[in-house]
């Protein structure tokens, strides 16, 4: 850190904590760790009715029922690939087959009826690659573009978001380093708060399961100014994580990290 730079942010807040008996004794820069991860979730998402399927509920409806003449009206053969439409749409039970007179015939049920007039949805599972990071100091997940610290973001209409930088792009020889010790795995997440960051991040859909048990994780870094303050009666240490320019993409000032400074003040 900058000589002057150190010296303004002294200057800034050495008198910060002085009616709670404390002396601010050293500033420097540190980069705080977090886990850059990557997983495969299994979700749930509503689709709508499509155009394909609509026709052959209303071509059903419309006593146009036989698997024969259902494709004799679309110009299709019995055995086209298009018709794996029709295992799709039994399969989600918004149709019915039997067999009468040696040939298939289908009916639209009630939930296909209500699929028709969209008053519902058809509920699919599909796998997707999920991108995320994980605080190693918190041990919580978090949006990089949402403040830390709970509640804030909603009030910093303004917050630009964090700068991320990948640790082994660092000089570690140059700069102070948290050492990464809580890589994340399933067997210590706790799931539902994984669920609930989810479902919040994804609001198209909802989470259904985790695929695998494979978290793939890179360390991170976010670079921080620290304060470490010293009480005057007993040397109990505290200490004050804030932005640097170096921590957001729009700099607004040097912000307190209240999270992240109470869980290393306690660490």
């Excluded at 002057?4 to 420097?28: A, G, P, R, S």
């Excluded at 997940?141 to 509640?151: A, Y």
Aim: net charge neutral.
């Amino acid at each position: 850190m900058d000589k002057k730079f150190q010296e303004k942010i002294f200057n800034k807040f050495k008198d910060h904590k002085t009616t709670e008996h404390f002396t601010l004794k050293k500033v420097k820069e540190v980069f705080i760790p977090f886990w850059q991860c990557k997983q495969k979730i299994v979700i749930e998402k509503n689709v709508e009715i499509d155009r394909f399927s609509k026709i052959i509920l209303e071509l059903i409806n419309s006593n146009v029922s036989s698997h024969k003449a259902v494709c004799d009206f679309l110009g299709i053969t019995e055995t086209d690939f298009v018709t794996m439409q029709f295992h799709y749409l039994l399969k989600n039970e918004l149709m019915t087959e039997s067999i009468q007179n040696d040939e298939t015939i289908y009916k639209v049920t009630h939930i296909g009826n209500e699929f028709l007039k969209n008053k519902t949805k058809i509920q699919n599972l599909e796998t997707i690659d999920f991108e995320y990071y994980y605080n190693d100091l918190t041990q919580n997940f978090f949006d990089v573009n949402k403040r830390i610290d709970k509640g804030v973001s909603q009030k910093s209409k303004r917050f630009s978001g964090y700068k991320i930088f990948q640790t082994h792009k660092l000089n570690n020889s140059v700069e102070e380093f948290l050492p990464h010790q809580n890589r994340p795995t399933l067997n210590i997440i706790k799931q539902n708060d994984f669920v609930s960051f989810f479902n919040d991040q994804k609001k198209d859909s909802t989470f259904y399961d985790f695929e695998d048990n494979t978290i793939v994780s890179h360390k991170s870094s976010i670079k921080f100014i620290l304060l470490e303050y010293e009480n005057d009666k007993d040397g109990q240490k505290e200490y004050e994580i804030r932005h640097s320019k170096n921590s957001v993409h729009q700099f607004e000032g040097h912000t307190l990290e209240a999270t992240l400074s109470l869980t290393y003040t306690s660490s």
